[in-house]
């Protein structure tokens, strides 16, 4: 009488442990970490794209606020006769203008030299033991 081995392997126990399951595990282990790191990656440059956009929204703000300064510095009567003076050359009340007239100053060209400038030390000493 034969009897029937105590360590047998059912057909589900052969197919869990074959050398193919293995190797469609390990495939799938590889490409679920591939999309891991790609997702890793993509919110790594997402967060880098956030740095720079608060950065540039901060400047923004900061020449938002240097206008306004500029626009109600314009709007008040100091800036408005800061512009016609600097525009149109106007002197106040007591004040007198005085006018330059541009003179041109022709440019003088350098005077060329027929010297030749004094040979180094090192060229002395070359030009001496390879002459």
Not at 40 to 66: F, M, P, S
Not at 85 to 99: K, N, Y
Not at 105 to 118: C, I, K, L, R
Request: charged share 20%.
């Amino acid at each position: 009488m034969k009897h029937a081995p105590l360590a047998t392997r059912s057909s589900w126990s052969r197919i869990v442990h074959s050398p193919l399951m293995l190797i469609v595990c390990v495939c799938i282990t590889v490409y679920m970490s591939t999309v891991v790191y790609a997702q890793w990656q993509k919110e790594r440059e997402w967060n880098a794209r956030v740095v720079v956009r608060e950065e540039e929204v901060r400047a923004a703000r900061e020449l938002h606020e240097t206008l306004q300064a500029r626009v109600a510095y314009a709007e008040s009567e100091s800036g408005k006769e800061a512009y016609i003076r600097q525009s149109f050359d106007v002197a106040a009340s007591g004040e007198t203008l005085i006018i330059l007239p541009e003179t041109k100053q022709e440019a003088q060209a350098p005077v060329a030299t027929s010297t030749a400038p004094a040979p180094t030390w090192w060229q002395r000493v070359t030009t001496a033991l390879f002459d």
